[in-house]
């Protein structure tokens, strides 16, 4: 065991991807192809009173278009809308009626021979709208903010403890809309065969999830459908429900008995989902020892009138800190756009930035190192459910990461180190994350010739999963890693939730696991049946696979080769599926943290701000793979100095439309904008949360970042940034 | 995007044929800009003649001591040529600023100087655009305004001119040599590009059937001191939010002549004759420098979210002519601000 797991092993599917052999789903091909391009509502609310498509229907190469008044049947219950993940609400149904509901709702699909005759012809599509008063903005909404649900149990009473506090700091801090701009569009291709099945290449973080949702939406039996996803472009998040584009094409596949493919453009990516502008109101209050005796978060957040997306920007504040008294509560504004959904730390990276943003504020107040604040305010228990952790190294966080970045050479007045024309900031934050685990089927098939192909339905959106799974089983078989092939991504593969929420790593690995095992147990019995066996007699839990071979655990060289243990008993395969399901512990809180420092150089008359360093210590258990887990921290970190810096939806809420809907206006940062960052993984290792002590590295990465900027900043320039992105005109006088 | 016929130019008389025969075509070069606003049916031209294949790629020195460039050199080629390099650093500098790799391998300078305003507005067909849409009104007036223009706007459109190779050139006082149906001429490039006036649909003064041939650099290069400092919201591949392209020549410390140069302020290359006359015959110092930021900022007006521009230009006048006069260029490599 432990041959593959912990080291730096490079990517399996690595070759794949850089040479382009690896497809994706815009890029499967069928015979007879059919392209769709989609229209979209040029208003926010109101009702089609006249879709003229007559026109486009005339255009050589057009096979239909497809509209609310046409379209074959869809599903009439939200329940057959409702995917996995969906919140609470009546999911959005494209093309189903003539409501309009945002702006940019798609209302006709376009099928032709060809895209661009499809991307024309939409072109020629006349809408007439009856227009309704709508509303966009969240900051003119605001007072029109309902509880989401009722809100947690207040710790005593924070409203008086803040009112009477030595210090005291409250602060509204705004995170503005942004969107995920995977590298790879949303593309479906739906393959229609002659016996009317359909196999659905899409672009999803869950293939099951999309397969169960078009059962449902289309009235189709299981066998009848099958999706796959075998490369995913970059998801973080946006691909967690089922995108508009896989029902349109299956729409346009199920009308015209053909296979038909929709690819969105850029721009109209930017009608699906997308983390909500939040308003966050933090409040703190210390005693003059630097002790947090009071905590209020307040989060307001956008959602779409339909659904009641929401997610934990507030229990961070919760758990992270200790204060006798703290009260918490999770605003909706019910605004004429589309529904939000989860983007890479959701919840935590708006939530804690806002936090640590203001835990800076109060330890500039209180005339204390920002760490020293965050030390005295250090809890060994989960705040909110007074619960323990099963591990948390965030003080040796804090210790390697300070150590590492040279923190004690800090002066802590603002403004008062420099370089050249630059005003050096130099800043820190905490970071959070859950520690999530879910059950997962995985299938090993073991052939003679000691290779073994492993499959499972979880996808990989680009984060490392074949990678990890071909380590943990080449551990778990004792093969070469070369002799492990994995299948991932297809609807028919051994059950497996949707990838998202750092869960992956954990619950693959140790499905993973439990499959071996399955498969060690055979072999162990035909192993102790072979005449004057070393194993006979042997227990399943003393023995192990290494080098090819069953062993004895403490004495591998009492050993049977798989070969040998195979051609004995007369199997040529052995095929072996478990679902993995987690024990359930109430008695502890699981979660991954990270302490992140951060150098920026302001050009103090320019406003310039460059992020120079990003040192992040991490503390997430087990690092199966210590290659592809730094380029997970490193993109994070990337994507923190955006969020920062960067990153921001613009809309007219005249027009209740996005105006930056392309990478070009979208800013997030280039290469120029990148300078040294250090990742320190701590060790941390974790007995209790699960057998290899694995807790997931997707989203913590980037919880921290952007408050650690904003902090570097304010310690740079003295001035306090409190809306996001930081762009250099708030910085100038 | 529409439908469009295609014709491949044999020369530039074959080119300018086609331009008068066909009113709805364009002429299509690079196509960075044009293939992006057809996408967007902003541009819906009926006919694109290409003339990217026409022998207008060369860059000659001619009798007088200038340089004339044709109209098809990549922005790239032009910005390594060793003439520009050596003679025209500035320009070499600010097409360095722009865009990004790819893109300069494919743009033209003809394109270039013909490229079209980021406004959001002009690029979305659902909202009221005068330069796109005459007389549909002006979004961004009330709207979104924070990359607009201070300078020379009007009542009818607040839109920058987004090019970073035309701010270097109007310092250089190029001229834009043009053909067309009643034959050749030449306009200098600060008259090249108009002010949106009550006709913001019009962005420059090539008219009807005409094509840009080449531009020319006129013998000063300023090669000695000189500056192109673009500020924008990330440190490569965004457009500027202000620009400066600044060129001394100096004896001793006193200013013999100055140009200067504004991108991202209007909807042409800003100049002001009269700031550049104040420096002449000074002593290369912040406070001179100051002096003619304040003469070319005259006038300015603001719009709701794009106040900060003009402080912004007046420190990064007085920072590109402090670049300029110590002969400490700003490098469009390196990560950061000198
Ligand atoms: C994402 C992105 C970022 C960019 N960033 C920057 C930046 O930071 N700074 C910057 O300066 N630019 C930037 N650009 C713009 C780029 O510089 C222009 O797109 C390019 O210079 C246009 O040249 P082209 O040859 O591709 O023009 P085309 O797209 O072929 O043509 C543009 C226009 O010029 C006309 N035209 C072309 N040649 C001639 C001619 N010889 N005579 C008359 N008319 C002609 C065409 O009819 C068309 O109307 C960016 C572009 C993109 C897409
Ligand atoms: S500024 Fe000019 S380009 Fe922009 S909306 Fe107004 S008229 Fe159109």
């Known amino acids: 065991m432990n041959a593959y797991v912990g080291t730096p092993t490079s990517r399996v599917d690595g070759r794949a991807k850089v040479t382009g052999a690896a497809k994706y789903a815009g890029e499967f091909p069928a015979d007879r192809l059919l392209h769709g391009f989609v229209v979209e509502a040029t208003i926010s609310c109101g009702r089609i009173v006249r879709l003229d498509t007559n026109t486009a229907q005339q255009v050589k190469g057009v096979l239909d278009v497809l509209t609310h008044a046409n379209r074959p049947p869809l599903a009439d219950k939200d329940e057959a809308w409702k995917d996995e993940v969906a919140p609470d609400g009546s999911p959005f149904r494209p093309l189903y009626d003539d409501t309009i509901r945002f702006n940019g709702q798609p ?35 605001r007072s029109n903010a309902a509880e989401k649900d009722k809100p947690h149990k207040p710790r005593g009473d924070a409203a008086a403890a803040l009112a009477g506090a030595d210090v005291r700091h409250e602060a509204d801090y705004v995170i503005p809309t942004e969107h995920h701009n995977p590298m790879e569009l949303y593309a479906t291709t739906a393959v229609w065969d002659d016996n009317g099945k359909l196999t659905i290449y899409d672009k999803t973080q869950g293939v099951q999830n999309v397969h169960k949702f078009l059962c449902g939406v289309f009235d189709k039996k299981p066998d009848d459908i099958r999706v796959a996803s075998p490369y995913v472009g970059g998801a973080f998040g946006s691909g967690l429900r089922p995108q508009y584009q896989v029902v349109l094409a299956t729409l346009g596949a199920l009308a015209l008995k053909r296979s038909v493919r929709v690819v969105l453009t850029r721009q109209q990516m930017y009608g699906l989902g997308y983390r909500p502008m939040t308003i966050e109101r933090v409040g703190l209050g210390a005693k003059s020892d630097g002790t947090l005796d009071a905590i209020t978060h307040e989060a307001i957040a956008v959602t779409s009138r ?201 619950s693959s690995a140790h499905a993973v696991l439990a499959a071996a095992e399955e498969v060690r147990k055979e072999l162990l019995g035909l192993a102790g049946k072979i005449p004057g066996s070393p194993l006979a007699g042997a227990k399943l839990a003393d023995t192990v696979l290494i080098d090819g071979s069953i062993a004895g655990a403490s004495d591998t060289s ?153 902090n570097a900043v304010y310690h740079a320039t003295g001035k306090r940034i409190r809306r996001f992105p930081i762009t250099l005109d708030k910085l100038l006088d | 995007m529409n439908n469009f016929q295609y014709a491949r130019a044999t020369d530039v008389a074959d080119a300018i044929r086609l331009l008068a025969a066909d009113p709805g075509a364009k002429l299509i070069a690079g196509g960075t800009n044009l293939i992006d606003l057809m996408k967007e049916n902003v541009e819906r031209p009926t006919r694109l003649i290409d003339i990217s294949r026409l022998p207008l790629r060369k860059v000659e020195e001619t009798p007088d001591g200038s340089l004339r460039i044709g109209a098809l050199v990549p922005n790239s080629d032009l910005a390594y040529h060793p003439l520009i390099e050596q003679r025209y650093p500035l320009l070499a500098s600010a097409i360095l600023a722009g865009a990004s790799a790819q893109l ?100 420059t003064n090539l008219g009807t059937g005409e094509i840009i041939t080449a531009i020319e650099l006129p013998p000063r290069g300023f090669a000695q001191n000189y500056s192109y400092l673009k500020i924008r919201d990330r440190m490569s591949y965004a457009f500027a939010l202000v620009s400066v392209a600044a060129a001394l020549e100096l004896e001793g410390n006193a200013i013999g002549g100055a140009r200067v140069a504004l991108g991202g302020v209007a909807h042409k290359p800003w100049r002001s004759l009269e700031a550049e006359a104040a420096l002449r015959g000074q002593a290369a110092t912040p406070d001179h420098f100051s002096h003619a930021a304040d003469l070319l900022l005259q006038g300015a007006t603001t719009r709701s979210h794009n106040g900060f521009k003009v402080e912004l230009a007046r420190r990064a006048i007085v920072r590109t002519l402090t670049q300029a006069a110590n002969a400490t260029p700003q490098s469009q490599a390196h990560k950061k601000i000198a």
């Not at chain 1, 859950?434 to 052939?447: K, S, Y």
Request: proline share 4%; with cysteine.
């Open chain 1, 107 to 141: 209302i006709a699909l376009v099928v032709a021979e060809d895209w661009e005759t499809a991307k024309f012809a939409a072109t020629l599509v006349r809408v007439e709208y009856e227009q309704h008063g709508f509303a966009t903005d969240l900051e003119g909404e």
């Open chain 1, 306 to 506: 339909y659904e009641d997306f929401a997610r934990n920007d507030t229990g961070w504040a919760e758990q992270l800190y200790k204060s006798p008294n703290s009260r918490f509560s999770h605003k909706l504004v019910h605004l004429d756009v589309s529904t939000p959904c989860d983007m890479r730390a959701p919840g935590a990276a708006s939530g804690v930035c806002a936090l640590e943003c203001a835990m800076d504020e109060l330890a500039v107040a209180l005339k204390l190192d920002p760490i020293e604040l965050r030390l005295k305010c250090y809890s060994d228990h989960d705040q909110s459910e007074n619960l323990p952790y099963t591990s948390k190294q965030l003080r040796e966080c804090y210790a390697r990461g300070a150590d590492a970045f040279g923190w004690s050479r800090r002066n802590p007045a603002p403004r008062s180190m420099r370089d050249g024309k630059d005003l050096v900031g130099w800043g820190m934050a905490t970071g959070v994350w859950e520690a999530l685990q879910m059950p997962v089927a995985v299938r090993i098939v073991l052939t003679s010739n000691g290779h073994a192909e492993v499959s499972c339905a979880a996808s990989d959106i680009g984060t490392g999963t074949y990678t990890i799974v071909a380590q943990v089983a080449a551990d778990a078989l004792g093969l070469p890693i070369e002799n492990i092939s994995v299948r991932l991504a297809d609807s028919s593969l051994p059950q497996a939730p949707v990838e998202g929420g750092s869960w992956m790593a954990a």
């Open chain 1, 558 to 710: 009492r050993a049977v080769s798989i070969a040998d243990a195979m051609r004995h008993g007369g199997v040529e395969r052995i095929e072996k599926e478990k679902l993995n399901q987690f024990d359930e512990d109430k008695k502890h809180a699981r979660n991954t943290h990270s302490a992140v420092f951060a150098e920026v150089k302001v050009d103090e008359e320019l406003g310039v701000i460059r992020v120079t360093r990003v040192v992040s210590a991490v503390a997430a258990g087990r690092i199966l793979n210590t290659k592809t887990g730094r380029s997970q921290i490193m993109g994070s970190v990337v994507w923190g100095i955006g969020m920062a810096l960067h990153e921001e939806t613009v809309m007219d809420h005249r027009f209740g439309r996005i105006m930056n809907a392309n990478i070009a206006e979208y800013h997030i940062p280039v290469n120029a904008d990148v300078h040294d960052i250090d990742v320190i993984f701590v060790d941390e290792p974790d007995n209790r949360i699960n057998k290899l002590g694995i807790k997931g590295l997707g989203e913590i990465g980037i919880v921290g970042v952007p408050a650690a900027i904003a």
């Open chain 2, 104 to 203: 300069r391998n494919m743009a033209s300078v003809g394109g270039n100087l013909m490229q079209r305003t980021r406004c959001a507005y002009f690029y979305d067909t659902a909202t009221p655009c005068n330069k796109r849409h005459p007389g549909s009104g002006c979004s961004a007036m009330d709207g979104l305004n924070r990359n607009h223009a201070i300078l020379g706007t009007s009542a009818a459109c607040i839109a920058t001119n987004p090019s970073d190779m035309s701010v270097a050139l109007a310092a250089l006082d190029a001229l834009v040599h043009i053909a067309g149906p009643s034959g050749e001429r030449t306009i200098a490039l600060t008259d090249f590009h108009r002010l949106p006036g009550d006709k913001p649909h019009v962005d």
